[in-house]
């Protein structure tokens, strides 16, 4: 047979299969889309009302950091859609990487030719999930409206803007793709284990907020951790900077964390690998 | 040509007593308590091309651990083995594409969509041309008589159904080779002839290479001329079904349907009793001596009828084991005193 | 269960509370590292509020104050809420609920001469008292971490009516669960349902921030809603928010609500099985 030329699957095809048999899955359980907009849309409301609340006190987070009302808005949106990406293409399919080392179904995954990490890593699109994508574009737009209406340098559209924001947003699913990878794979060594998506949370948590306000105290040693060793402050803070553009005193700054940003999330995703492959060794050693 | 070829095939498990749990786990870190266990200790097979080959052995024997190393998806601790001149475990892409795992109790389609729907998938992932694709799922869905069911989702189906949906989802690449595992557990006795008659008419027909792991007698008697035995994970026996019950069951089973008021006194000492449910005796009786014990029983009874027939084969395999297990235990035990 | 005596009656809770204690205790090792764990997310709002009070008071943290809270007020304040919240969250128990009226396991609470009100109490009871024991241990060691963060230490009266505070918010955060999984008895599907309120109980319990810092009007609409007492209000009477003249009408006020929902859930539990029997399991 025609062995040849055709051994290479045509990767961007799978993985349109996977997303086409998604959709059809999820087609079946509508009311889960309503569900989940409904929950989402709330969850929503609650954290711009906190926020709202928050800058009904102060005129913005940290003093001089040039992230006031609608500038943060504009890392909350950035946060919501970054997330979004995440639970919509990877989160599903992590939860099940696990689930398939426990259970042993990753001897399926394993017979296939085709890379195992693509073959796991996007099995499944949750398409519900990007509701929040749609919120956060929402408010988004919304915010940015605002600011373009600033006082101080207000905000405009810029090419370099469209092309950078999505790119930096891509930097930031890899980076955060590439933790859920590694914490997953754990599961080989560790068996099941609740403790360790508690700990996703937690980690995940620090990349919420503007990271100036770590730069302070005993903030330091965090600021420099989730910076340098698992770079999930950079995720929203990189992106999110670049749209809202923060008048800041500390300006000139920007330049090499950008670049640091994407060296960070090629570096992620090749650990990622590593512990993929690690994972999968240690699991075709020990199955039964 | 040899399909096939394993040498000296051995994999040990070290293991350790995973727990749940993060403490428990860092706890774990420190100190474990290792054990090795064979899987599968130092196996030898040769399989031609087209053979149809049947491992047989309790749970646990290593039967599945096999497959599993021919399948590429874990690694052996030492020893050979090629299939098609490909090192299973080094999972190069073209060996891949040429053969297929089914596993009886684990399903690999989408739970929740319609059959067609995951073949359309293992067609980008196996990059079957259209045309091809197309016809092996007409002819597949039309043999299994499946075809109203590839639009349905896989979870309304019943467990028969399913299994002959993962056969179609394993054969939809024309594998060369294919492994079955316990394809027919859990069937009812009509899917399992079903399933049966498939896999031999579509063997017969491509003429390609099975081999099936089974502990239903049926499956093996149904469609397997050589039969692997394994056990605690050395291959005990090799050969076809007629040589096992030669040379494994050296005794018959004769059944005696004695005449009214005639009492089954004395049967005992000509041979051994199986059971008494009046009128109705069941002996068994080495195979040297059925003639002598018949003429005898003849002579001093009043009987209506009688049969000789050879043992169950589940008995017969049964007993393989146990000999099997009791042989092992010596040669353990000769090996620790040694 | 006329004849029952009430020391056999006794007997029977003591034995069940004894099991589900037992039960909770073989997982403690995850227990204590997971409440460790819970105490993360405060750093984050440590560092969220510093910049805050940094930037409303143009630097001088020390000295400004928002609705009346200092800085250091509000950690003190997040870490008293998550005091609170110990005792006010029932993960799992209205989940658990609807999906025994869904799948029928609520039959053996028709079969056995068990009351399941009391029963699921008994068992909450049992498994907050685990975590207690264990929990204590790093909660210990963030507030000591945290000391100085704190207030000078109360009066007896605001110890007394924290304490009792704690326990209503146990009991009422216990019975607003139960009626949400009760009310799996009307709709199969309540996890959405049960998602919406979680996240109101988060954002009105003032789990998620002081509910001092919400407009007058807001805070005024939600002071008539029962879930400020889940976390909140001990909180509060901690930090001396509550004036102690009124702590006592407030605690009379949480009782009431309580009353109200242990009734709600007596009637749900009642018409519910009636509708369950109804339609024959």
């Known amino acids: 047979m025609s062995s040849r030329q055709s051994t290479r699957p045509d990767y961007f095809r799978v993985f349109l299969t996977f997303a086409r048999n998604s959709l059809v899955r999820d087609m079946m359980f509508r009311t889960n889309f309503l569900i989940e907009a409904i929950t989402s849309l709330s969850w929503a409301i609650m954290n711009v009302g906190f926020y709202w609340i928050v800058f009904e006190h102060t005129p913005s987070i940290g003093q001089d950091t040039g992230w ?113 990878t590694c914490l997953a794979a ?4 560790l068996g099941r284990n609740q403790t360790l998506y508690d700990f996703w949370f937690y980690i995940t948590n620090f990349s919420r907020y503007p990271m100036e306000i770590y730069r302070r105290g005993w903030g330091i040693p ?18 999110a900077r670049i749209l809202a553009q923060p008048v800041s005193g500390k300006s000139g700054s920007e330049w090499p964390l950008a670049a640091f940003t994407v060296l960070a999330a090629a570096g992620s995703v090749l650990a990622s690998r590593w512990v993929f492959r690690r994972a999968l060794a240690a699991y075709r050693s020990a199955s039964s | 040509m040899a399909i096939i070829e394993i040498e000296n095939l051995t994999k040990t498990y070290r293991v350790y007593q995973k727990r749940e749990g993060l403490v428990a786990a860092i706890r774990g870190l420190w100190h474990r308590e290792y054990r090795d266990v064979y899987a599968v200790r130092g196996i030898n097979l040769t399989v031609e091309q087209g053979e149809f080959v049947a491992f047989l052995g309790p749970n646990g024997a290593g039967k599945t651990t096999t497959l599993k190393l021919l399948s590429g998806v874990i690694y052996p601790t030492s020893g050979t ?17 040429r053969f297929a795992l089914v596993m009886g109790q684990k399903n690999q389609l989408w739970w929740d969509l319609p059959a067609q729907e995951s073949y359309r998938l293992h067609q980008q992932i196996y990059r079957i041309p259209p045309e091809d694709f197309q016809r092996r799922l007409d002819e597949l869905s039309e043999l299994l008589r499946v075809r109203e069911l590839l639009g349905r989702p896989v979870r309304e189906l019943s467990l028969g159904e399913r299994m002959k949906m993962e056969l179609i989802a394993a054969l939809l690449h024309a ?77 018959r089973v004769v059944r005696l349907h004695l005449a009214e008021g005639q009492s089954a006194e004395g049967l005992a000492r000509l041979a051994e009793v199986e059971s008494i449910e009046l009128p109705r005796v069941t002996l068994r009786c080495p195979r040297g001596e059925v003639a002598r014990v018949l003429a005898r029983v003849l002579e001093d009874y009043r009987i209506v009828d009688l049969s000789v027939e050879d043992p169950p084969l589940e008995e017969t395999i049964a007993r393989l084991y146990e000999n099997a297990r009791g042989e092992n235990r010596q040669s353990l035990a000769a090996a620790t005193e040694a | ?190 996890s959405s349902l049960l ?38 209000f001990p909180a509060a009477i901690y930090l001396g928010k509550i004036p102690a003249d009124q702590l006592w009408y407030h605690l009379g006020i949480e009782a009431c609500w309580l009353v109200a929902v242990i009734a709600a859930a007596r009637v749900l539990y009642a018409r519910g099985l009636k509708r369950y029997s109804g339609f024959g399991g």
């Open chain 1, 68 to 180: 006031g009302k609608y500038e943060f808005f504009v890392f909350l949106g950035t946060t919501w859609i970054i997330n979004a990406l995440v639970q919509a293409f990877f989160m599903p399919n992590c939860e099940e990487f696990s689930e398939m080392i426990r259970t042993g179904a990753l001897d399926f995954a394993l017979l296939k030719p085709i890379d195992t990490q693509f073959l796991v890593s996007f099995r499944k699109v949750h398409w519900s999930s990007l509701s929040n994508l749609l919120l956060g574009i929402g408010l988004l737009v919304l915010s940015l409206q605002e600011l373009a209406h600033r006082p101080v340098q207000p905000w405009r559209l810029s090419a370099s803007v469209c092309l950078l924001y999505p790119l930096y947003i891509l930097c930031g699913v890899a980076i955060l793709y590439s933790l859920m």
């Open chain 1, 186 to 189: 754990t599961s080989v060594w």
């Open chain 1, 222 to 239: 965090l600021w420099f951790v989730f910076t340098f060793i698992i770079p999930v402050l950079l995720v929203v803070n990189v992106p």
């Open chain 2, 81 to 97: 083995a090629r299939v098609m001149g490909f090192v299973p475990w080094e999972r190069h892409n073209e060996y891949r594409r």
């Open chain 2, 175 to 251: 594998p060369d080779v294919l492994f079955l595992d316990e394809p027919t557990i859990g069937l009812d006795v009509v899917a399992q002839h079903n399933i049966q008659e498939f896999l031999k008419f579509y063997q017969r027909e491509r003429r390609i290479t099975i081999l099936l792991t089974s502990h239903y007698m049926q499956d093996v008697e149904a469609l397997c001329k050589r039969v692997v035995v394994i056990n605690d994970g050395v291959i005990q026996f090799d050969g076809s079904l007629d040589e096992i019950v030669d040379s494994f069951s050296g005794y």
């Open chain 3, 1 to 190: 269960m006329g004849t029952v005596t009430l020391p056999t009656k006794a007997s029977i809770w003591w034995t069940i509370y004894r099991t589900a204690l037992a039960e909770r205790l073989a997982y403690r090792g995850d227990f204590a590292l997971g409440t460790l764990m819970r105490f993360l997310p405060i750093i984050t709002q440590i560092f969220l509020w510093w910049a805050i009070f940094d930037a409303a008071g143009g630097g001088a943290v020390g000295s400004t104050r928002l609705a009346g809270y200092s800085f250091h007020d509000m950690v003190a304040y997040y870490l008293l809420s998550m005091l609170g919240r110990a005792f006010s969250s029932m993960p799992g128990l209205a989940s658990t609920v609807s999906k025994q009226i869904r799948e029928g396991e609520i039959n053996r609470y028709l079969i056995q001469p068990i009351d399941m009100i009391g029963f699921l109490l008994l068992g909450r009871v049992a498994h907050k008292t685990a975590y207690y024991a264990i929990a204590i241990g790093p909660f210990a060691l963030v507030f000591f971490l945290c000391g100085n963060y704190f207030p000078a230490w109360p009066e007896v009266d605001v110890w007394v009516g924290m304490f009792l505070a704690l326990v209503f918010a146990f009991l009422l955060g216990f019975f607003l669960d139960l009626c949400i999984g009760l009310i799996g008895f009307w709709f199969l599907e309540v």
């Open chain 3, 195 to 232: 998602f919406v309120y979680m996240l109101l109980n988060f954002f009105l319990s003032g789990h998620m921030f002081p509910l001092d810092l919400l407009p007058p009007f807001w805070r005024q609409a939600v002071g008539y809603l029962p879930f400020q007492y889940l976390a909140y």
